[in-house]
T-cell receptor, first 115, second 115 residues
């Protein structure tokens, strides 16, 4: 089945230790998104890729970075995670206008805990 | 900038009760509207979407939503809830001319259905 796959499902890391979360898709969508969802809150968009064009939200912390080496893969890098970065991180994909708009498809998320 | 409000943060119902979750958005132009559901420990799943046409939209699992343009609302309804509908429900909006198809989420409504 075509889907959005996130690895790992759970990640525990130490305060300040860099961590990378991965997302892959088999939908061939040209837009990929990373969201942060803290407990009992709505998903908050961190950034998105429109093909290879990176678009950062204004309030995304500087220690959050992303890479998209090809259409299928996108990575979220947190350079120096703090305790406040404990959250669920969601990857999503969608078609854009050129592919015919469609809803976003979400992965299962990576639950990140910073100790 | 668009925003989405879900006024009910927590709803508790008994099985077979009828459900209506409110969603209001603020944006003066044309919008696409979505309801997503997040079951405990699972990823966000699309329940239904409105792009154009009939303002009464039917989704999966017996859910429907009605787009009322004059009220900037897109309320979610189900005539008879089941215990398995216990989940968090998110309303979301994007604008059709947004090439990146970015979503703005409401704060979510946590529904608990008592057996």
């Amino acid at each position: 089945d075509a889907m959005v796959i996130q690895n790992p499902r759970y990640q525990v890391t130490q305060f300040g230790k860099p961590v990378t979360l991965s997302c892959s898709q088999t939908l061939n969508h040209n837009v990929m998104y990373w969201y942060q969802q803290k407990s009992s809150q709505a998903p908050k968009l961190l950034f998105h890729y429109y093909d290879k064009d990176f678009n950062n939200e204004a309030d995304t912390p500087d220690n959050f970075q992303s890479r998209r080496p090809n259409t299928s893969f996108c990575f979220l890098d947190i350079r120096s995670p703090g305790l406040g970065d404990t959250a669920m991180y969601l990857c999503a994909t969608s078609r854009d206008l050129s592919q015919g708009h469609g809803p976003q498809h979400f992965g299962d998320g990576t639950r990140l805990s910073i100790l | 900038a668009q925003s989405v409000s879900q006024h009910n943060h927590h709803v508790i119902l008994s099985e077979a009760a009828s459900l209506e979750l409110g969603c209001n958005y603020s944006y003066g132009g044309t919008v696409n509207l979505f309801w997503y559901v997040q079951y405990p420990g699972q990823h966000l799943q699309l329940l239904l979407k409105y792009f154009s046409g009939d303002p009464l939209v039917k989704g999966i699992k017996g859910f429907e939503a009605e787009f009322i343009k004059s009220k900037f609302s897109f309320n979610l309804r189900k005539p008879s809830v089941q215990w398995s509908d216990t989940a968090e429900y998110f309303c979301a909006v994007n604008t059709p001319n947004n090439a990146g198809n970015m979503l703005t989420f409401g704060g979510g409504t946590r529904l608990m259905v008592k057996p």
